[in-house]
């Protein structure tokens, strides 16, 4: 499945962009679940059905539905306030509903950051009792928790080997891993080795070439093709 999420920051109705992809020729689109358009609590049950007819009338799926850190609540899972993470952990809840209610099968998960005067073991620990609830809820409605590495934007979850850590420490069956090519580009790694090193647990992945440009900007993305067809 190929999809497309036009910008970080909100800036279409999801209507408009539902019927623009579908005409360019994608077939699933990603979900940044950001206010105002894609904010879970905005959006009610008449919108969700309306939303699920429009992406059926379109031939057009959820590819996934991801937690906007800045886009609506803080959103650290591994934040040293209860509060908040008890609802970060709510508002994964409400990603996972929102992906359910439209057809969706995976959600993205952004594992945190350590804020000054806390452990990185302790943000670790937060993190993973988070996750764990999260796939439990998600379990029960068939969906697929990612673990991103996002080196760019937190300091807890950064290579490959972080996220794979962090889902085995999990022992979920739903959680698995994925990557963002920019945050692989940002770290000097090779994306070909993120292939082989997630294999059978990539579940999903954002093509973007260097600073967030479309792909084949200034990347040859031949060798990531070959890496994905050998696993």
Same mark, same amino acid.
């Given at each position: 499945?190929?999809?497309? @999420?036009?910008?970080?920051?909100? !800036? ?11 005409? +360019?020729?994608?077939?699933? +689109? ?41 886009? !609506? ?9 209860? !509060? ?49 609830? +999260? ?27 972080? !996220? ?14 994925? @990557? ?40 040859? @993305? ?10």
């Amino acid at each position: 499945m190929y999809s497309s @999420f036009p910008t970080w920051i909100p !800036a279409y109705p999801i209507e408009y962009v539902i019927t623009r992809l579908a005409k +360019i020729g994608y077939d699933g +689109i990603e979900l940044g679940a950001a206010a105002p358009v894609a904010y879970p609590p905005y959006i009610t049950k008449e919108d969700r059905k309306r939303i699920s007819n429009l992406l059926k009338d379109n031939n057009i799926e959820i590819s996934s539905v991801l937690i906007c850190p800045g886009g !609506a609540n803080g959103n650290n899972i591994a934040s040293p306030i209860e !509060a908040e993470r008890k609802q970060t952990i709510q508002s994964y809840k409400d990603c996972i509903d929102l992906s359910h209610d439209l057809g969706g099968k995976l959600c993205g998960y952004v594992a945190g950051w350590v804020i000054w005067g806390v452990e990185q073991d302790q943000a670790w620990e937060w993190s993973r009792e988070g996750l764990i609830e +999260i796939a439990k809820y998600a379990e029960a409605k068939g969906i697929t928790i990612s673990v991103e590495p996002t080196p760019t934007d937190s300091n807890l979850i950064e290579t490959a080997d972080d !996220a794979l850590k962090l889902m085995r420490e999990t022992d979920m069956s739903n959680v698995k891993v994925m @990557f963002d090519c920019m945050h692989v580009f940002y770290r000097g790694d090779m994306i070909t080795d993120y292939i082989e090193k997630m294999g059978s647990d990539l579940a999903y992945i954002h093509v973007t070439d260097l600073h967030r440009m479309p792909p084949g900007t200034s990347t040859d @993305f031949t060798l990531m093709i070959d890496a994905l067809k050998a696993i």
